[in-house]
């Protein structure tokens, strides 16, 4: 089993690594970006992550960094650190290694029971799936999976599960396949949107993300830079979002709103600098070489020496769907 990291070196340059500084891996992963700023600079990285088989993985580059890495588990949500860092890197989403184990029930490649817990605890995606009504599950697939066709899918799940139990990958996603049909030159198996919706749920991933990027705000040395790469729009919109805000020095609610005059006590220092307001997205070398990267795209901006704005909040997209999950929580 392999780890391909994605936007590697683009991640690297980003960070603009440097000999004594003090890095974040804030998604550990199979251990790609973290070895890959061990072998370019003679710094200190500190990686956290919330998989305990992650945590596994790495305890051989634990024993071989000579006291240069540090490996916690937890949610990056959750990033401390003692001192000020010189830079902070995301690599959101679902990992290789989660996909590609068949039992972690992320993926219907395989058959598995419904599962996709990062952590291995609380509620599964089969606790979702069997538990949020009709209306919550086709809110969560619409908003959080961007399928145009979620009602449709929502009603096949929970005609489904009057006769039995939801509890295994594949059942769920010939539910989803026979409920919309084969879609005609789509590069994706049809139920690939609703299991990244249920993944996000179970996971937390948008308030993980938003608590994330206001914790690497905390964490960043003034010149410090924070790096993310994303896999889908949602995600990278919180990113650019985030980035975009934090840059702005006049401190506008909104582009149709005049100008604040310097003075204004609603006025924001810039806590980010934007050097590049583009993402940066795969080659075609990279993403003829591994599919994940078709969907990459990287962000990062400096660190100012503003104080840290308010935390961030994330986005409401599917209140139905996140208040049932929260009661059954």
């Not at 959080?144 to 929502?154: C, M, N, V």
């Not at 905390?218 to 934090?246: I, N, Y």
């Not at 997205?281 to 901006?301: F, G, K, M, Q, Y």
């Amino acid at each position: 089993m392999s780890h391909a990291p994605v936007l590697l070196a683009e991640a690297m340059d980003a960070l603009a690594l440097k000999d004594g500084g003090v890095y974040v891996d804030a998604t550990f992963g199979g251990g790609g970006y973290s070895r890959e700023m061990l072998a370019r600079a003679d710094a200190h990285v500190i990686a956290f992550d919330r998989d305990p088989d992650a945590i596994a993985r790495g305890a051989e580059l634990s024993a071989s960094a000579k006291g240069k890495f540090t490996l916690h588990q937890g949610r990056f949500g959750d990033l401390s650190t003692e001192d000020k860092v010189d830079g902070v890197v995301f690599d959101l989403g679902v990992s290789s290694f989660q996909l590609d184990e068949a039992e972690r029930g992320f993926s219907f490649q395989a058959d598995a029971d419904l599962d996709m817990r990062m952590e291995k605890e609380g509620l599964s995606a089969a606790d979702a799936v069997n538990r949020l009504s009709e209306g919550a599950l086709a809110d969560l697939i619409y908003q959080y999976g961007e399928d145009d066709d979620s009602r449709r899918i929502a009603r096949a799940i929970v005609q489904a599960r009057a006769a039995a139990p939801i509890t295994r990958t594949l059942a769920l996603a010939k539910i989803v396949e026979d409920a919309v049909g084969g879609r005609k030159g789509a590069r994706t198996h049809p139920a690939t949107k609703t299991f990244q919706a249920l993944r996000m749920l179970v996971n937390d991933e948008l308030g993980e993300l938003a608590r994330g990027l206001s914790a690497a705000e905390r964490a960043l040395k003034p010149g410090g830079r924070l790096v993310a790469v994303s896999f889908h729009s949602l995600e990278d919109r919180m990113v650019k979002q985030f980035l975009a805000a934090r840059a702005d020095a006049l401190g506008r609610g909104s582009r149709f709103m005049p100008d604040l005059p310097p003075n204004d006590p609603s006025r924001r220092a810039p806590s980010f600098a934007l050097d590049r307001k583009r993402a940066t997205v795969s080659s075609d070398a990279e993403t003829a070489a591994n599919p994940r990267a078709r969907s990459a795209s990287l962000r990062w901006a400096t660190r100012t020496d503003a104080p840290a704005w308010d935390e961030l909040e994330p986005p409401a997209l599917a209140p139905r769907a996140e208040a049932e999950w929260a009661r059954l929580s």
